[in-house]
Protein backbone atom coordinates (compact mmCIF):
# COMPACT_ATOMS: atom_id res chain seq x y z
CA UNK A 1 0.00 0.00 0.00
CA UNK A 2 1.46 3.79 -1.23
CA UNK A 3 0.99 6.94 0.55
CA UNK A 4 -1.08 8.34 -2.69
CA UNK A 5 -3.89 5.17 -2.97
CA UNK A 6 -2.07 2.64 -4.45
CA UNK A 7 -1.97 -1.39 -3.59
CA UNK A 8 0.16 -3.27 -5.41
CA UNK A 9 0.47 -7.23 -5.25
CA UNK A 10 3.78 -8.73 -5.46
CA UNK A 11 4.85 -12.47 -6.81
CA UNK A 12 7.73 -13.42 -4.41
CA UNK A 13 9.43 -16.29 -6.65
CA UNK A 14 10.16 -13.52 -9.54
CA UNK A 15 9.28 -10.47 -7.68
CA UNK A 16 7.02 -9.13 -10.38
CA UNK A 17 3.98 -6.75 -9.68
CA UNK A 18 1.23 -9.27 -10.39
CA UNK A 19 -1.69 -6.04 -10.32
CA UNK A 20 -1.77 -2.83 -9.31
CA UNK A 21 -4.95 -0.96 -8.20
CA UNK A 22 -5.57 2.46 -7.04
CA UNK A 23 -8.44 3.61 -4.52
CA UNK A 24 -9.17 7.55 -5.72
CA UNK A 25 -9.82 10.27 -3.00
CA UNK A 26 -8.95 7.45 -0.23
CA UNK A 27 -6.15 9.25 1.04
CA UNK A 28 -3.20 6.33 1.95
CA UNK A 29 -3.65 3.18 2.31
CA UNK A 30 -2.59 2.35 6.00
CA UNK A 31 -2.88 -1.50 6.67
CA UNK A 32 -2.90 -4.69 4.52
CA UNK A 33 -3.99 -8.22 5.56
CA UNK A 34 -4.10 -10.96 3.29
CA UNK A 35 -7.00 -13.46 3.75
CA UNK A 36 -6.19 -16.53 1.70
CA UNK A 37 -4.86 -16.65 -1.23
CA UNK A 38 -6.95 -14.16 -3.33
CA UNK A 39 -8.90 -11.97 -0.75
CA UNK A 40 -7.29 -9.27 0.70
CA UNK A 41 -8.09 -6.37 3.39
CA UNK A 42 -6.93 -2.79 3.51
CA UNK A 43 -7.24 -0.09 5.93
CA UNK A 44 -7.37 3.49 4.51
CA UNK A 45 -6.95 6.81 5.80
CA UNK A 46 -10.38 7.84 5.05
CA UNK A 47 -11.45 5.38 7.92
CA UNK A 48 -12.79 2.67 4.87
CA UNK A 49 -11.80 -1.05 5.41
CA UNK A 50 -11.87 -2.38 2.24
CA UNK A 51 -11.72 -5.96 0.64
CA UNK A 52 -10.65 -6.77 -2.71
CA UNK A 53 -9.15 -9.80 -4.58
CA UNK A 54 -5.93 -10.00 -5.62
CA UNK A 55 -6.79 -8.53 -9.04
CA UNK A 56 -7.80 -5.60 -7.30
CA UNK A 57 -11.41 -6.10 -7.94
CA UNK A 58 -13.78 -4.58 -5.18
CA UNK A 59 -15.56 -7.00 -3.19
CA UNK A 60 -16.97 -5.05 -0.44
CA UNK A 61 -16.10 -1.78 2.03
CA UNK A 62 -16.86 -0.76 5.51
CA UNK A 63 -17.27 2.88 5.45
CA UNK A 64 -16.26 5.26 8.46
CA UNK A 65 -14.45 1.58 10.27
CA UNK A 66 -12.46 4.48 12.36
CA UNK A 67 -12.34 8.33 12.79
CA UNK A 68 -9.13 9.38 11.93
CA UNK A 69 -7.88 6.12 9.57
CA UNK A 70 -7.82 2.78 9.88
CA UNK A 71 -3.92 2.27 11.05
CA UNK A 72 -3.69 -1.73 11.46
CA UNK A 73 -5.79 -5.04 10.46
CA UNK A 74 -5.28 -8.19 11.05
CA UNK A 75 -7.54 -11.53 9.75
CA UNK A 76 -8.43 -14.80 11.22
CA UNK A 77 -10.87 -16.48 8.97
CA UNK A 78 -10.85 -19.97 9.97
CA UNK A 79 -14.20 -21.59 9.62
CA UNK A 80 -15.40 -21.36 13.45
CA UNK A 81 -14.31 -17.56 13.55
CA UNK A 82 -14.16 -15.76 10.59
CA UNK A 83 -13.85 -12.44 12.15
CA UNK A 84 -10.84 -9.20 11.51
CA UNK A 85 -9.75 -6.77 13.97
CA UNK A 86 -8.92 -3.36 12.83
CA UNK A 87 -7.20 -0.50 14.94
CA UNK A 88 -7.77 2.71 14.47
CA UNK A 89 -6.22 7.06 14.70
CA UNK A 90 -9.63 7.16 17.36
CA UNK A 91 -7.82 4.55 19.59
CA UNK A 92 -10.61 1.69 19.27
CA UNK A 93 -10.04 -1.62 18.82
CA UNK A 94 -12.71 -2.48 16.51
CA UNK A 95 -13.85 -6.61 15.83
CA UNK A 96 -15.62 -7.51 12.66
CA UNK A 97 -17.49 -10.61 10.91
CA UNK A 98 -16.10 -11.19 7.86
CA UNK A 99 -18.30 -13.03 5.51
CA UNK A 100 -21.17 -9.98 6.67
CA UNK A 101 -19.19 -7.42 8.09
CA UNK A 102 -21.21 -6.78 10.98
CA UNK A 103 -19.52 -4.87 14.29
CA UNK A 104 -19.22 -7.47 16.57
CA UNK A 105 -17.03 -5.70 19.64
CA UNK A 106 -14.95 -2.97 20.33
CA UNK A 107 -12.38 -1.61 22.99
CA UNK A 108 -11.47 1.98 23.73
CA UNK A 109 -8.78 1.65 25.97
CA UNK A 110 -6.13 3.26 24.42
CA UNK A 111 -5.73 7.12 25.01
CA UNK A 112 -4.37 7.57 21.44
CA UNK A 113 -4.05 6.17 18.36
CA UNK A 114 -4.09 2.33 17.81
CA UNK A 115 -0.80 1.49 15.58
CA UNK A 116 -1.02 -2.21 15.53
CA UNK A 117 -3.62 -4.95 15.97
CA UNK A 118 -2.37 -9.00 16.09
CA UNK A 119 -4.51 -11.78 16.43
CA UNK A 120 -2.87 -14.78 18.85
CA UNK A 121 -1.39 -17.46 16.76
CA UNK A 122 -2.09 -19.83 19.48
CA UNK A 123 -5.63 -18.66 20.58
CA UNK A 124 -7.61 -16.60 17.92
CA UNK A 125 -9.99 -15.17 20.52
CA UNK A 126 -6.99 -13.20 22.03
CA UNK A 127 -6.11 -9.78 19.87
CA UNK A 128 -3.06 -7.67 21.11
CA UNK A 129 -3.02 -4.14 20.51
CA UNK A 130 -0.30 -1.42 21.02
CA UNK A 131 -1.36 2.08 21.47
CA UNK A 132 0.54 5.93 20.71
CA UNK A 133 -0.42 5.58 24.52
CA UNK A 134 2.61 3.56 24.83
CA UNK A 135 0.22 0.28 26.14
CA UNK A 136 -0.23 -2.87 25.35
CA UNK A 137 -3.41 -4.54 25.76
CA UNK A 138 -4.91 -8.15 24.86
CA UNK A 139 -8.37 -8.64 24.84
CA UNK A 140 -10.34 -11.86 25.09
CA UNK A 141 -12.78 -11.83 22.57
CA UNK A 142 -14.49 -15.07 24.08
CA UNK A 143 -15.19 -12.96 27.91
CA UNK A 144 -15.65 -9.90 26.23
CA UNK A 145 -13.14 -8.03 28.64
CA UNK A 146 -9.58 -6.88 28.47
CA UNK A 147 -6.81 -10.18 29.84
CA UNK A 148 -3.70 -7.73 30.32
CA UNK A 149 -2.55 -4.70 29.93
CA UNK A 150 1.39 -3.13 29.84
CA UNK A 151 2.57 0.31 30.20
CA UNK A 152 5.67 1.45 29.34
CA UNK A 153 7.88 4.43 29.44
CA UNK A 154 10.79 5.72 26.24
CA UNK A 155 10.46 5.89 22.57
CA UNK A 156 6.73 5.73 21.46
CA UNK A 157 5.79 1.54 20.45
CA UNK A 158 4.70 1.42 17.09
CA UNK A 159 4.45 -2.69 16.27
CA UNK A 160 3.90 -5.72 17.62
CA UNK A 161 4.69 -9.15 16.81
CA UNK A 162 4.93 -13.11 18.45
CA UNK A 163 6.72 -15.63 18.34
CA UNK A 164 5.42 -19.15 16.94
CA UNK A 165 5.71 -21.37 20.38
CA UNK A 166 3.42 -18.17 21.43
CA UNK A 167 5.52 -16.64 24.03
Not at 28 to 37: E, I, R
Request: hydrophobic share 30%; aromatic share 8%.
Amino acid sequence: GTNNGEVRVWDLTDYACISLYKVVKSGACLCLSLVDNSNILSGWQDGFVRCTNSGGQMLWCIANAHRDGVQSISSSVNPDLGYFATGGGDGAVRIWKYYNRELVTQYSEHRKGVHHVKIDDASSNIVHSVGGDNSVLSYDLKTNRRLIGHTFSGGQLLSLSQRIDSE
